[in-house]
């Protein structure tokens, strides 16, 4: 590999201080946390450091959302897990340096949300050189504490923030298990020489996933797209379909008109390659109702109609690998989370190599009791998704072998 790992340096007896992402689903009303796969994801990097002294650093959500609070909730989580961490709630300072003092090999110290600090986030922060950023006084002050760094939080290593590029500057670093695991399962996606290689596109990251679609179809990556979603309904749009005044309306409010000339030209260059829903779900008193794209209504698209479902499920079953990133439809609605549902249980049953992208998929595999038949599951969503369409990750970047 390009990037360095745990097996590339000496940790034994030294201070850690290990990036993670635990960044989880919470329920405003109570504040618990709805899944922590996220968490479990770090714990054999926690394990590799058991004779380390461990210092972790996460965040959850960002300044301004509702879900943005301490970790305290996610300390008791790790508890659980590792019964010999503690949690403090701040992120630098004397507190802090006395706590990481008194660590004993085999110690976990959890640090506080590390997005309550100005400059993880700052947007002037953000467009700082490398060497700039490692002159925060998050990073100043943090690296003075500890004897090395390792980045296992994959799910923001595309974010060009102090925490995630900086400490490499001015530390001894390395990539933990899950970023290494992350690292490999993709380039092995981006590699694979059997086919055919279908990709399942949907959610509503539609921007991020038509630029992925470019990518592998440009580089020869894919040999099925599989649309659904708002992806499903700009390439649609693209296609001649009428989607009607509350559709038009959805990719209005959401920016998303734009990407409709990109998907007519993917179409023209891809057409044979690409796939859309042949039938579509919407809501009608109350109740699922479906129509077929040569008849359309004048409703929301809310899912993928069951011939399209059938149609895809093929496609799947015939796959030498198959990638799915984001749901069909609007999938916390009951009677439109079959079309996701359907293709990801399609994707469990498939023969070839598979790749669920995180998030919601994630946890529907999970509710489904299907996760342990995904080939693997990845933690990154956006990261996945700009680390498939060939871009470089900073986080990922900063940990490359000189």
Same mark, same amino acid.
């Given at each position: 590999?390009?990037?360095?790992?745990?097996?590339?340096?000496?940790?034994?007896?030294?201070?850690?201080?290990?990036?993670?992402?635990?960044?989880?689903?919470?329920?405003?009303?109570?504040?618990?946390?709805?899944?922590?796969?996220?968490?479990?994801?770090?714990?054999?990097?926690?394990?590799?450091?058991?004779?380390?002294?461990?210092?972790?650093?996460?965040?959850?959500?960002?300044?301004?959302?509702?879900?943005?609070?301490?970790?305290?909730?996610?300390?008791?989580?790790?508890?659980?897990?590792?019964?010999?961490?503690?949690?403090?709630?701040?992120? $630098?300072?004397?507190?802090?340096?006395?706590?990481?003092?008194? #660590?004993?090999?085999?110690? &976990?110290?959890? *640090? @506080? =949300? /590390?997005?309550?600090?100005?400059?993880?986030?700052?947007?002037?922060?953000?467009?700082?050189?490398?060497?700039?950023?490692?002159?925060?006084?998050?990073?100043?002050?943090?690296?003075?504490?500890?004897?090395?760094?390792?980045?296992?939080?994959?799910?923001?290593?595309?974010?060009?923030?102090?925490?995630?590029?900086? $400490?490499?500057?001015?530390?001894?670093?390395?990539?933990?298990? #899950?970023?290494?695991?992350? &690292?490999?399962? *993709? @380039? =092995? /996606?981006?590699?694979?020489?059997?086919?055919?290689?279908?990709?399942?596109?949907?959610?509503?990251?539609?921007?991020?996933?038509?630029?992925?679609?470019?990518?592998?179809?440009?580089?020869?990556?894919?040999?099925?797209?599989?649309?659904?979603?708002?992806?499903?309904?700009?390439?649609?749009?693209?296609?001649?379909?009428?989607?009607?005044?509350?559709?038009?309306?959805?990719?209005?409010?959401?920016?998303?008109?734009?990407?409709?000339? @990109?998907?007519?030209?993917?179409?023209?260059?891809?057409?044979?390659?690409?796939?859309?829903?042949?039938?579509?779900?919407?809501?009608?008193?109350?109740?699922?109702?479906?129509?077929?794209?040569?008849?359309?209504?004048?409703?929301?698209?809310?899912?993928?109609?069951?011939?399209?479902?059938?149609?895809?499920?093929?496609?799947?079953?015939?796959?030498?690998?198959?990638?799915?990133?984001?749901?069909?439809?609007?999938?916390?609605?009951?009677?439109?989370?079959?079309?996701?549902?359907?293709?990801?249980?399609?994707?469990?049953?498939?023969?070839?190599?598979?790749?669920?992208?995180?998030?919601?998929?994630?946890?529907?595999?999970?509710?489904?009791?299907?996760?342990?038949?995904?080939?693997?599951?990845?933690?990154?969503?956006?990261?996945?998704?700009?680390?498939?369409?060939?871009?470089?990750?900073?986080?990922?970047?900063?940990?490359?072998?000189?």
């Amino acid at each position: 590999m390009e990037i360095r790992t745990l097996k590339d340096l000496d940790l034994e007896d030294k201070i850690v201080l290990a990036r993670i992402d635990i960044n989880s689903p919470i329920t405003i009303e109570t504040g618990e946390i709805l899944d922590d796969m996220r968490i479990k994801s770090h714990l054999p990097t926690i394990e590799a450091l058991k004779n380390s002294k461990l210092v972790l650093l996460a965040h959850q959500s960002r300044p301004g959302r509702s879900d943005f609070t301490t970790l305290e909730k996610h300390a008791k989580i790790l508890e659980k897990l590792c019964s010999s961490i503690r949690y403090i709630d701040c992120v $630098f300072g004397s507190t802090v340096k006395r706590e990481i003092d008194r #660590l004993e090999n085999g110690a &976990v110290l959890l *640090l @506080e =949300n /590390v997005r309550f600090c100005s400059e993880e986030t700052h947007s002037d922060v953000i467009k700082m050189t490398l060497a700039e950023q490692a002159r925060t006084i998050l990073v100043k002050k943090l690296s003075s504490y500890v004897d090395a760094y390792v980045n296992d939080a994959f799910a923001v290593s595309h974010r060009n923030q102090p925490s995630v590029v900086a $400490f490499p500057q001015v530390l001894p670093s390395c990539a933990g298990k #899950l970023v290494e695991n992350e &690292v490999t399962n *993709l @380039e =092995n /996606v981006l590699t694979y020489k059997e086919k055919p290689r279908v990709f399942l596109m949907g959610g509503a990251k539609a921007k991020d996933s038509i630029k992925v679609i470019k990518k592998i179809m440009d580089n020869g990556v894919a040999d099925a797209i599989l649309t659904s979603g708002l992806v499903g309904t700009i390439f649609l749009s693209a296609n001649g379909m009428n989607i009607g005044k509350e559709n038009k309306k959805v990719l209005k409010e959401k920016g998303l008109e734009p990407l409709v000339p @990109e998907a007519r030209r993917l179409l023209k260059k891809y057409r044979e390659r690409i796939e859309m829903p042949v039938d579509l779900a919407f809501q009608k008193n109350g109740s699922r109702h479906e129509f077929s794209v040569k008849n359309p209504e004048d409703h929301q698209i809310m899912d993928i109609g069951a011939e399209s479902i059938s149609r895809y499920g093929g496609i799947v079953g015939e796959a030498k690998i198959v990638v799915a990133n984001g749901p069909c439809g609007i999938f916390e609605k009951e009677e439109f989370s079959v079309g996701t549902e359907e293709l990801l249980k399609s994707v469990a049953e498939s023969k070839g190599f598979s790749v669920i992208s995180g998030g919601h998929l994630a946890a529907m595999a999970q509710k489904l009791n299907i996760a342990n038949k995904i080939s693997y599951i990845s933690t990154g969503g956006k990261a996945t998704m700009s680390f498939l369409a060939g871009e470089k990750l900073p986080g990922i970047e900063a940990l490359k072998k000189v």
